[in-house]
T-cell receptor, first 112, second 115 residues
Framework: AQTVTQSQPEMSVQEAETVTLSCTYD???????LFWYKQPPSRQMILVIR??????QNATENRFSVNFQKAAKSFSLKISDSQLGDAAMYFC?????????FGEGTQLTVNP | GAVVSQHPSWVICKSGTSVKIECRSL??????MFWYRQFPKQSLMLMAT?????????EQGVEKDKFLINHASLTLSTLTVTSAHPEDSSFYIC???????????FGEGSRLTVL
């Protein structure tokens, strides 16, 4: 079974600074997708960024980028120029076929 | 992006009663829908996978007789918590897989409180 591990239960960052959230996963499959989701206090799950395992290039979405290390099974999220609205719970997720497995989550606080 | 709507967003019920939560894909057909449960400050745990027109597949440890899932159409799946007890109080989230793209979209979630 696939597992996703987020070793940082909580992180904090100063507004306008950069923060990196860690995620590792375990799988024996070669074809899969990785995601970072954001869950603000409203509890709505919001897709932040996705990465296809077959792509070597790291995905980027505006201020959000990932460092995907397939051999190490690592998938970290970097948030640049952090904003107050980035404060939320962030979940790393692994998807093979249609099943989605989430990590434990990292609560991000952004300090003004 | 595509929209998935859950209803009700918030429900309180008495112990022993049944509660139905609906999950609708508003602007796309969902071949597969997923139901998750989330306790406070914890991750989402997959409860079951439902495919339109067939029986749901439940995760290990999830009581299928307690959590009834019906996926009668390509736009609607329902989760019925039968004979609810206080320990069933939780946040329930559905997601729907768009058939054409395979993308997953999440509903807003439903908070269940059993007194």
């Amino acid at each position: 079974a696939q597992t996703v591990t987020q070793s940082q239960p909580e992180m904090s960052v100063q507004e306008a600074e950069t923060v990196t959230l860690s995620c590792t996963y375990d799988t024996s499959e070669s074809d899969y997708y990785l995601f970072w989701y954001k869950q603000p206090p409203s509890r709505q799950m919001i897709l932040v960024i996705r990465q296809e395992a077959y792509k070597q290039q790291n995905a980027t979405e505006n201020r959000f980028s990932v460092n995907f290390q397939k051999a190490a099974k690592s998938f970290s999220l970097k948030i640049s120029d952090s904003q107050l609205g980035d404060a939320a719970m962030y979940f790393c997720a692994y998807r093979s076929l249609s099943r989605l497995t989430f990590g434990e989550g990292t609560q991000l606080t952004v300090n003004p | 992006g595509a929209v998935v709507s859950q209803h009700p967003s918030w429900v309180i019920c008495k112990s022993g009663t049944s509660v139905k939560i609906e999950c609708r894909s508003l602007d796309f057909q969902a071949t597969t829908m997923f139901w998750y449960r989330q306790f406070p400050k914890q991750s989402l745990m997959l409860m079951a996978t439902s495919n339109e027109g067939s029986k749901a597949t439940y995760e290990q440890g999830v009581e299928k007789d307690k959590f009834l899932i019906n996926h009668a159409s390509l736009t609607l799946s329902t989760l019925t918590v039968t004979s609810a007890h206080p320990e069933d109080s939780s946040f329930y989230i559905c997601s729907a897989r768009q058939g054409a793209t395979g993308e997953l979209f999440f509903g807003e979630g439903s908070r269940l409180t059993v007194l």
